[in-house]
């Protein structure tokens, strides 16, 4: 069976995805979380995106050297540039809460990002309360367990505000899925970022926000062992699928709506 590799949101960690690759495991699927330069595992070293998928490239290496790459957030934004840079190892694509570019929004980023780096401890103390209110339980000790690493947010800002998602997602011949909850404000594009596709497909989970989406591990593990299980082998990964109900035109690929 193919595995996944998880990729983290900005100043987490792969112990984020914990929960769900523990249960991927019961359903005996091979997984793995990596830590990007700069989190976790990591901190302190200097955050690039290409310092992130080479994280990535290895962490696929090490199991087996072709995997699917699911990531939320950062960690959406980071398999898109993965899948552009080593289409041969990324068997499929599973990018989530990461379908916005808006420039107008930037600079409110960079501001956020600017003022969390001035005092890491603070802000780290601040994410940790929070991440813990909205994801009660397990799901937002996960978060928090790998440690926080506000200081390299603004690098992190910078380098997702430098890389063309959309030409990257056009340039990878694979399969895609774009997974948002209803509630993301990061979903803003989702229509211009699946147009990108060759072959994409948008998932919704209604009533989940950004982070929401993780709320409920089990059946999103259910969600990514099927989608592994539509992975086309090697050398069959471009071709175009027709769509069903829902359809979305445009752009090179097709893609569906569907609701989980």
Do not use: K
Not at 46 to 73: H, K, N
Not at 93 to 119: F, I, K, W
Not at 130 to 152: N, Q
Not at 219 to 235: K, M, N, S, T, W
Request: proline share 6%.
């Amino acid at each position: 069976m193919t595995p996944i590799v998880f990729v983290h949101g900005i100043r987490i960690s792969g112990t984020m995805w914990g929960p769900v690759v523990s249960r991927l495991s019961l359903l005996g699927r091979s997984a793995t979380a990596v830590d990007l330069p700069g989190h976790g595992s990591r901190r302190g070293e200097p955050f690039s995106m290409e310092g992130a998928t080479s994280a990535v490239a290895a962490a696929i290496d090490s199991l087996g050297g072709r995997a699917l790459v699911a990531g939320l957030s950062l960690g959406g934004y980071v398999g898109i540039a993965t899948a552009e840079r080593f289409p041969g190892r990324v068997a499929g694509l599973v990018a989530m809460g990461c379908t916005a570019r808006s420039s107008s929004a930037l600079g409110a980023y960079r501001l956020a990002a600017s003022l969390a780096a001035r005092n890491p401890s603070l802000a780290n103390r601040i994410s940790a309360y929070g991440l813990r209110r909205l994801l009660p339980g397990p799901v937002g000790e996960a978060f928090v367990a790998g440690g926080l690493s506000c200081e390299v947010m603004p690098q992190v800002v910078e380098a997702v505000a430098g890389h063309d998602q959309l030409a990257a997602l056009a340039a990878y011949p694979g399969r895609v899925w774009l997974v948002n909850g209803t509630r993301d404000p990061f979903r803003a594009d989702e229509r211009d970022f699946l147009r990108a596709c060759r072959n994409g497909r948008l998932i919704l989970i209604p009533r989940r926000g950004h982070l929401g989406v993780m709320a409920a591990p089990g059946p999103l593990a259910r969600l990514l062992g099927d989608l592994c299980d539509q992975v086309e082998p090697p050398g069959r990964c471009d071709r175009a699928e027709g769509g069903q109900d829902g359809v979305i035109g445009g752009g090179g690929g097709s893609g569906a709506i569907e609701a989980v």
